[in-house]
């Protein structure tokens, strides 16, 4: 067998030929299912190289070039075309097979309806095209099925022509007047709900909205609606962006590999980001389907209006999108919670990523397969580098930077360079050195000094990066590091506040007039994404809780507090000593819940103590073993000592109708279960009069942590009420997963049998077997090996049925380097007899041989 080949950001070549017209017909029956591709090509240039076009289990019937038949070779997933001509018309009539298609890219179903997925390179499956973001056409699609099962046909654009036809069957025809590249088109047929609706633009364009879903789901389709007309309404306001066509579609699919798709007038989502009502979906559910939602709906303008042209440039779509959609939520709702969402996925996934087998730039150099490469250095370390343009430009000239990229490269697939040129023309701020954030992987670290001379009243803060080397990268260079700083009195006053540009290899910055010595709160807001390495006391942190200007800031110093206390226990667990926790520090804790003017989201965010994932984050090799009994022992050791404030707000908030209070307390009855077995009746009453799925999920979540009759019980009172509900039952199969104890593994060896469980759904793998492995540290890491075997075993069958979620959940097995040796050859192992078994798909092949390497 040969193996797969990387390809790479280096070899890219403009296309040979554009395809300018693409007419599609497509007749949906079966396994028979008929795609007659007719496009009009135009050869680039001067050349006599044939045409060579992409494509993946296509079942080609004919060939035609201007009308007569064309000779042609197959081989390699190419379809070779040797012709003369200059400009011509190529018709391409091939069969697919929808129904086999478990890998749910290309044309695929979903519970009895069509629907297909592109991006990146799965339009290869459906016809053979020259299926790269920088080959642009006008698609008009007919499609044709039969009009009982299938009474709704979609397509991209705007509908043109729809008839009924013998024999049971219709069709529709559809025209998108925007030239886009074969990943943003899109296809669904089948019975829907259909919720309506409608915008006015500000330009006074009513545009058409419609929300499909499955049936009986009509009730669930009104956040979503709601969230679109916010999104739209934002984009208006705060970037500018008007809505393009007359009619804006999304439908709700249960099998879907990602989170939703933002194909052009026509996005397919994950269930999961749409179906909403208060029984069966959380405020976070709520929170996540305003988030997505948004996501799409502005990649209308960043990524279809203006495209990537090649997948290596991924960033230029994903990063600002994603950066568009955090600003969203932060305007719509809270800044600062919103920031510390942000931050942890930045420290305790991407930070993983950038120091594991995967580590790539933000702009990757090589790959293998371009599925792997959708991932949170592309998607939120890109997100980062945008926020930080947006910090060194300021709103202003950030806007002026926007519109004149839109000015310069609307219709176009364009590169990351191409968005940071108009940033710094614009703004006429010099990013020369900043586009290293592109181009580098790995997480700079930086360590800051301080000195206080009272003789001259002046502090001085000195600062050092290293950016450690990564796969096929060494010897980096120094970084620009926008860094945001806040100098702190005594008293509590901020006496400096202040954004320094760090950009040597070690900087210092000297502050005037500084009366005595302050208290420095250090990369403010995560100001980039960096490690900080500054060695705080605690009075500083106290002090920094207390009085930081930044909420942000006042979290972050707690997550130190209790992550350091935690490495203090680590090393008494190591040298034979007992284990202590300062008083201080529960003191700290028990003021943020007596605290009235911070808000009860951000106190949630502070109680909830930073997870086991994330403390790993923060050291370069792990004692897992003493790891895990160090952070039981603080959370108790907190618990206990707030015990009667948590108590009090348990009881306070027990029917509140806010979600902050709600966040805040659920976090509070967690903690309070941990100081006494006693207190799982409140955990009880909850569960029995809980009318959202918040409260709900919040008293099965307290039970968690330990095994008892209880929770038994509403287990299984929760399963029996929510079977039915896909969605509802994915929360019930993530308990068993994070689950932390003995007989957690057989019992989701069990669940794998269970009748709402399935391995080709992706909703329910990630659910039950993505959430044990990345989220059950301790179980996950067992040192009888059945984590790593529960998962192994699993991968397996998921290379065949879909590959693309087999090599999203590899991830934990592949980050190993920080483990002790015995559990990395355990780890090792399981990765070499995936690699051992025949037909392993690419996109495993890249990750575990990256892995073992
Ligand atoms: N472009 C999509 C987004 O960010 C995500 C995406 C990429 C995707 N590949 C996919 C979605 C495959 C589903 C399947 O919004
Ligand atoms: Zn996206």
């Not at 654009?157 to 069957?169: A, H, I, P, Y």
């Not at 590999?257 to 959380?282: H, I, P």
């Not at 100001?527 to 900080?532: E, G, H």
């Not at 028990?590 to 106190?603: C, Q, Y």
Request: charged fraction near 25%; include cysteine.
């Amino acid at each position: 067998m040969t193996q797969p080949q990387a390809k790479y950001l280096k070899d890219y070549q403009a296309p040979l030929f554009q395809i300018t017209h693409l007419d599609l017909d497509i007749s949906l029956a079966g396994e028979n299912s008929v795609i007659q591709a007719t496009s009009s090509i135009e050869r680039v240039g001067e050349h006599q190289q044939p045409l060579k076009l992409d494509g993946e289990d296509i079942n080609l019937k004919s060939v035609k070039i201007n009308g007569v038949e064309s000779a042609y070779t197959e081989k390699n997933g190419q379809l070779i075309i040797d012709t003369e001509e200059q400009t011509f018309e190529l018709e391409i009539v091939s069969v697919v097979d929808p129904e086999s298609n478990t890998s749910l890219e290309g044309l695929y179903m979903s519970d009895g309806a069509y629907c297909t997925q592109c991006e990146a390179e799965g339009f290869r499956r459906i016809t053979y095209f020259l299926d790269r973001p920088d080959v642009l056409a006008i698609y008009t699609v007919r499609i044709e099925a039969n009009k009982t099962a299938f009474p709704f046909l979609l397509s991209n654009g705007n509908l043109v022509e729809s008839g009924d036809l013998e024999g049971g069957l219709h069709y529709v025809k559809w025209h998108d007047p925007f030239p886009k590249p074969a990943y943003l088109f899109a296809l669904v047929a089948g019975d829907f709900d259909l919720l309506e609706d409608e915008y006015i633009t500000r330009s006074d364009r009513a545009v058409k909205l419609q929300v499909f879903v499955d049936k009986g789901n009509l009730h669930k389709a009104h956040h979503a609606i709601a969230s679109l007309k916010k999104s739209m309404q934002w984009d208006e306001t705060r970037f500018n962006l008007e809505y393009d066509l007359d009619i804006y579609m999304i439908v709700a699919v249960d099998f879907f590999n990602m989170g939703a798709m933002e194909n052009k007038g026509l996005n397919v989502f994950n269930t999961k980001y749409v179906l909403a009502d208060k029984a069966s979906a959380t405020d976070d559910d709520y929170h996540g389907i305003e988030s997505v939602v948004g996501h799409e709906y502005f990649h209308n303008w960043t990524g279809n209006r203006v495209t990537c042209r090649d997948w290596f440039q991924l960033s230029l779509k994903e990063g600002l999108t994603v950066f568009r959609d955090q600003e969203f939520s932060s305007d719509v709702g809270s800044r600062a919670v919103n920031r510390i969402h942000a931050i942890k996925v930045m420290k305790n996934q991407q930070f993983a990523e950038d120091s594991g087998p995967m580590a790539h730039p933000i702009r990757p150099e090589s790959v293998i397969e371009m599925n792997n490469f959708y991932t949170v250095t592309v998607y939120n370390k890109g997100a980062e580098v945008i926020r930080m343009m947006h910090t060194l430009l300021g709103e202003d000239k950030f806007q002026a930077g926007m519109a004149l990229y839109f000015n310069r490269h609307d219709g176009q697939a364009v590169t990351c360079d191409d968005f940071v040129a108009a940033m710094e023309d614009a703004s006429q701020v010099d990013l020369g050195q900043f586009r290293l954030w592109y181009s580098q992987a790995g997480t700079p670290q930086v360590t800051a000094t301080e000195s206080y001379d009272d003789s001259t009243n002046s502090y001085c803060l000195t600062l050092s990066q290293e950016t450690p080397d990564t796969p096929g990268q060494t010897d980096k260079l120094p970084q620009h590091i926008p860094f945001d700083i806040e100098l702190i009195d005594s008293e509590g006053n901020s006496l400096v506040n202040q954004v320094l540009d760090f950009k040597q290899q070690t900087q210092n910055f000297v502050f005037e007039n500084i009366k005595s010595r302050p208290v420095a709160s250090l990369l403010q807001d995560f100001s980039a994404p960096v490690k900080l390495e500054f060695d705080y006391s605690i009075e500083q942190l106290l002090h920094l809780m207390r009085f930081a200007n930044s909420e942000v800031a006042k979290w972050e110093a707690s997550v130190s507090l209790f992550s350091q206390s935690i490495w203090q226990c680590v090393d008494n667990l190591q040298n034979g000593k007992a284990m202590h926790i300062d008083s201080r520090l529960v003191d700290g804790f028990k003021g943020v819940l007596l605290s009235e003017s911070l808000n009860e989201a951000l106190m949630a965010e502070i109680l909830t103590l930073t997870s086991a994932s994330s403390l790993i984050e923060q050291t370069e090799s792990v004692d897992l073993d003493s790891l895990a009994i160090a952070r039981q022992f603080a959370v108790n050791e907190i618990a206990q000592g707030c015990e009667d404030e948590l108590l009090a707000k348990v009881r306070q908030l027990q029917s509140t109708d806010s979600a902050d209070a709600r966040a805040l307390k659920n976090t509070c009855l967690s903690l309070l279960l941990k100081v006494d077995d006693s207190y799982r009746y409140i955990a009880e009453q909850q569960f029995g009069t809980a009318d959202n799925m918040t409260d709900t999920l919040g008293a099965l979540t307290a039970l968690n942590s330990d095994c008892s009759s209880e929770r038994t019980a509403l287990m299984t009172a929760y399963e029996s009420r929510w079977v039915e509900t896909p969605l509802a039952m994915d929360k019930w199969f993530s308990l068993h997963a994070t689950f932390a104890n003995e007989g957690c593994i057989e019992q989701l060896e069990k669940l794998l049998q269970h009748e709402g469980f399935s391995m080709s759904n992706p909703n329910r793998v990630r659910s039950l077997i993505g959430v044990f492995a990345a989220a059950n540290t301790f179980e996950f890491h067992r040192k009888d090996a059945k984590g790593y075997d529960f998962l192994t075993k699993a991968i397996i069958k998921l290379n065949k049925v879909n590959p693309q979620v087999a090599a999203r959940i590899i991830t934990p097995l592949i980050q190993f380097k920080k483990f002790d040796l015995e559990r990395q050859a355990l780890m090792r192992k399981s990765l070499e007899s995936i690699l051992a078994i025949d037909e392993l798909s690419k996109d495993l092949y890249e990750k575990v041989t990256k892995a073992l390497s």
